[in-house]
Antibody, heavy 119, light 106 residues
Framework: EVQLLESGGGLVQPGGSLRLSCAAS????????MSWVRQAPGKGLEWVSA????????YYADSVRGRFTVSRDNSKNTLYLQMNSLRAEDTAVYHC????????????WGQGTLVTVSS | DIQMTQSPSTLSASVGDRVTITCRAS??????LAWYQQKPGKAPKLLIY???SLQSGVPSRFSGSGSGTEFTLTISSLQPDDFAIYYC????????FGGGTKVEIK
């Protein structure tokens, strides 16, 4: 069974940093591209970032480019999102998601981890 | 950026009803469109990809159609488990989600 488990969320002040992790199991992690998708409280879904299976290629939404960095450790079956210069509008539940075809649609999602940016 | 517009934003229906949700793209996305279902406090679940391909394990009462800029998700006979929020997503040019359609009990 495919499982994705996010961790690392919490309360952080504006301008601060946080690193999220997503532990994957039940599939050959290195074979699949992965993404982060966020959902602000009571709002819709926003794609944030993607990374290829090898980790060589990365992609970002304009809203986070230059502040967030996606990476992965295929030896640990873990996906990461380093978030710097956080803003109030980054407050959201952050989901990691598996991309079966490398085209940015997602067949499995984690439950998410809440990031709150507030002073 | 490609904008995705869903309608209606809220839909009231009864068990057994046929339900249709529309999603429009601001420019052509061919058939690079997915539909997801989300229940409160849960992760989204993939229903349909490439506009009309049913994801494995999803009941056949769900179907998708369309291409270019206009797409529909149809639930042929609404079941109690189907009351949820539905999102469309384009993945022709990076990824953008629609604003969601809440299907509620009439």
């Amino acid at each position: 069974e495919v499982q994705l488990l996010e961790s690392g969320g919490g309360l952080v002040q504006p301008g601060g940093s946080l690193r999220l992790s997503c532990a994957a199991s039940g599939f050959t992690f290195s074979t699949f591209a992965m993404s982060w998708v966020r959902q602000a409280p009571g709002k819709g879904l926003e794609w944030v970032s993607a990374i290829s299976g090898s980790g060589i290629s990365t992609y970002y939404a304009d809203s986070v480019r230059g502040r967030f960095t996606v990476s992965r450790d295929n030896s640990k079956n873990t996906l990461y999102l380093q978030m710097n210069s956080l803003r109030a509008e980054d407050t959201a539940v952050y989901h990691c998601a598996k991309d079966p075809d490398g085209d940015l649609h997602f067949d499995c999602w984690g439950q998410g981890t809440l990031v709150t940016v507030s002073s | 950026d490609i904008q995705m517009t869903q309608s209606p934003s809220t839909l009231s229906a009864s068990v057994g009803d046929r339900v249709t949700i529309t999603c429009r793209a601001s420019q052509s996305i061919s058939n690079w469109l997915a539909w997801y279902q989300q229940k409160p406090g849960k992760a989204p679940k993939l229903l349909i990809y490439k506009a009309s391909s049913l994801q494995s394990g999803v009941p056949s009462r769900f179907s998708g159609s369309g291409s270019g800029t206009e797409f529909t998700l149809t639930i042929s006979s609404l079941q109690p488990d189907d009351f949820a929020i539905y999102y469309c997503q384009q993945y022709s040019n990076y990824s953008t989600f629609g604003g969601g359609t809440k299907v509620e009990i009439k």
